[in-house]
Every structure is written in structure tokens, then in C-alpha cells.
């Protein structure tokens, strides 16, 4: 049955915890009715069909050739290890404890953090990061190394690591180091929940190369769309892909906020509705950009950029429907552009004829 995300953070937040053994099972089994995604396998006697199971039996090499066993607390085969643990909130006093460790009676917890957590709890976490990726090691040769490692503090958090080369080495922060650490609270954001279950369900999906691929690849056929439209209509081809390039080079200052957030987006709006104001507007906006000062354009003041590529700031005439293309390529987020295969793309998109007009359109990797 389905959890609703409100009944799931008000039955886990706020529990004394202290109490991972009892707990992580069935927090991680009703996180899965949360995401709408099937639960752990029953496990089998024969571990190496295990693929979707909590304690799952990893076995390491001791002394003198003899195996000890190792369980992970929740391992779905492709996709992830998960070790959990469950810290006390501040001011609780029994021992947060490893999933397979004793009771250590009168030995003070790792209190439970937040951002800017306490040190304590940060050890936890990070000595539960380093349990969970020695159990990729631990794999039998025939299962590849996960592309996740993920900490759970039951009830809290759930930290996320990942490494999409599968070579069993260091797994990074993922998405990024700000945003790593999943609080429960955050489950309310649908694009927390849309990651967690690609986690479980299609972890692949979530490697950058192949978002900045598809991306690129999407941006480059709307550019070639705007591309032919110049061409038909009498432009040269050195003149179509400079004035691209600058296009190009302005959404990408948009989005790392070298010009103001938004501002060069809402600029092709307005030109939509209006195409004939498109090359003063542009025109306007790259000469602020290549001498530095106030604009009319964005209504902002803008930063002096160095070099020589705004000195020609002739914009060409687009219609209506190629500056739409422009406002679409632009509401991509350009950061996740691959600069170095934007070229290709872009003459992929292009036919034959056109690709030979135009020539190496790769060189906006080396003039960006």
C-alpha cells in the first residue's frame, strides 16, 4: 500500500533512535511504498542469487584463508550498497551503533546532526560510508560494483554517493557536496523523491555524461533548426555561426550568473511576441557585454567581458519560430553543456549540404 510522504516523516521524525537492528528494515520498506517502488526479496540459502535483499551475505578473507561474514543492510544488485545506522538526538545518551556491532552499554551516542552537525555524527556517518564501500569489494566477482553507496541515519537522513565508472574505487559526493545528504523533510520535494527512486529503479539515468549528452544533443538540433533558417535566407555561413556562437555564449553567461539570473531568457520572450525588435535588442545587450555598463535591454548593469569576441556585435534578423528555438535552447541548464561534443552534435543535426556550407562548427569550443 501506498505511504503517503506527510504519514511517512511524521511516523519517523523526531524518534529517539538509537535503534537501527529494529528499525532500518521497515523504515527502508516503507520508504519503498513512499516512492511507489517494490520492496527487498525475501533472501535466499544461496547468497549469490541475492540480488535484492537486506543482509545480504558478503564473505571476507581472514587469517590463515578462513572467510568471516559480512551482512549489508540493504544491497539491490546494479544499483546500490546501503548501510544504515540511527543516531540519538541531541541530549539522548545511548550509543548509535554499527548494524552488526554488540551492545556497548554506558558509552555516550553520536547525537544526531543537521547541517552543520556535530562532529560526532559526522564520524558516524563517515565510518559507515567507509563499512558500505568496503562491501563492494566484498561482491562476488560475477556481481559488477554498484553505482551508488548510500549512509542511512534511520529516520534522518540518507547520504548519497556515487560512481558511475563501476571500477569499485572512491565514490564521490552526488549530486555535489551542498546537496549529498538527503534530510527526511526534504522528501516533500518531488525532486528528491525523482532521484531516490532512480536509485533504485534506474540508476544509470542519473550519470551526468549522459544528461550533459542528451542535452547537447537536443540543444545542437534546435541551434542547426535556427542555423538552416539563417542560411535560406541569404546569410553567409561565417557570419551565421559567429552570430551563433554569441548566442550561445550568452546563455551560458546567463547561467553561470556572469549576467543576471533569468535575464537573457526573458529577453527572447519579449522578442517572440516581437521578432523585429530581436537585433537592437541583441545588439544592445552585447555591446554592454563588450564595453561593460548599463543596458536598456535587461534593464541591468552588466560586467565588462575580456577579449574580442563582442567587438562585432551585429545580430542577424530571426522570425518568430527561430527565435522560440533560441528561448528553448536557452531554458536548458548550460552548465550541463559538453562544450567538446557540442560541435559534432550540431553537424549531426545539420545535412550533408548544410554541414559543408557551414564548415567546422566545432571551432565554438575553442572561441567559448
Given amino acids: 500500500m501506498k505511504l503517503s510522504v506527510e504519514a511517512f516523516i511524521a511516523r519517523w521524525q523526531d524518534l529517539e533512535g538509537g535503534q537501527e537492528r529494529a528499525n532500518y528494515a521497515l523504515f527502508l520498506t516503507e520508504l519503498c511504498d513512499v516512492l511507489d517502488l517494490p520492496h527487498a526479496e525475501p533472501a535466499g540459502a544461496t547468497s549469490e542469487s541475492n540480488d535484492y535483499v537486506f543482509e545480504r551475505v558478503v564473505k571476507e578473507a581472514g ?6 561474514s559480512k551482512r549489508i543492510d540493504l544491497y539491490k544488485r546494479d544499483c546500490f550498497i546501503l548501510e544504515a545506522k540511527q543516531s540519538r538526538l ?6 548509535a551503533e554499527p548494524a552488526d556491532a554488540p551492545s556497548l552499554p554506558g558509552i555516550a551516542a553520536a547525537p544526531r546532526g543537521r547541517r552543520g552537525a556535530s562532529r ?19 561482491l562476488p566477482a560475477s556481481h559488477e560494483p554498484p553505482p551508488f553507496v548510500l549512509v542511512c541515519d534511520v529516520g534522518h537522513c540518507i547520504e548519497v554517493y556515487a560512481n558511475f565508472r563501476r571500477d569499485g574505487k572512491a565514490y564521490d559526493q552526488f549530486p555535489d557536496r551542498r546537496s549529498y545528504r538527503i534530510y ?57 555561426a559567429m552570430f551563433l556562437m554569441r548566442v550561445l555564449f550568452t546563455m551560458f553567461a546567463e547561467d553561470v550568473e556572469l549576467l543576471p539570473k533569468a535575464s537573457f531568457k526573458e529577453l527572447l520572450k519579449d522578442c517572440a511576441e516581437k521578432p523585429e525588435i530581436f537585433p537592437g535588442m541583441m545588439e544592445d545587450l552585447w555591446r554592454a557585454m563588450d564595453e561593460g555598463g548599463f543596458t536598456a535591454t535587461i534593464r541591468e548593469k552588466v560586467k565588462k567581458f ?17 527565435i522560440g528555438e533560441l528561448a528553448a535552447a536557452a531554458s536548458y541548464d548550460w552548465r550541463d553543456v559538453e562544450p567538446a561534443i557540442f560541435g559534432t552534435f550540431l553537424e549531426q543535426a545539420l545535412d550533408p549540404t548544410d554541414r559543408r556550407r557551414l564548415g567546422r562548427v566545432d571551432s565554438w569550443d575553442s572561441q567559448g
Avoid: C
Fill in 184 to 240: 527526511l523533510e526534504e522528501l516533500r520535494q518531488p525532486e528528491v523523491r525523482a532521484r531516490l527512486k532512480a536509485i533504485w529503479s534506474d540508476p544509470f539515468s542519473l550519470d551526468p555524461s549522459r544528461h550533459a549528452a542528451k542535452v547537447t544533443r537536443e540543444i545542437a538540433t534546435r541551434i542547426a533548426k535556427v542555423s538552416q533558417a539563417l542560411e535560406k535566407s541569404g546569410y553567409a555561413t561565417e557570419e551565421v
Fill in 306 to 322: 575580456n577579449g574580442e569576441f563582442f567587438k562585432n556585435r551585429r545580430a542577424l534578423k530571426l522570425e518568430r519560430q527561430e
Fill in 63 to 68: 587469517r590463515e584463508g578462513l572467510a568471516s
Fill in 120 to 138: 560526532a555524527w559526522d564520524v558516524l556517518m563517515m565510518n559507515a560510508r567507509q563499512q558500505a564501500e568496503n562491501y563492494v569489494r566484498l
Fill in 90 to 95: 541531541a541530549g539522548e545518551k545511548k550509543l
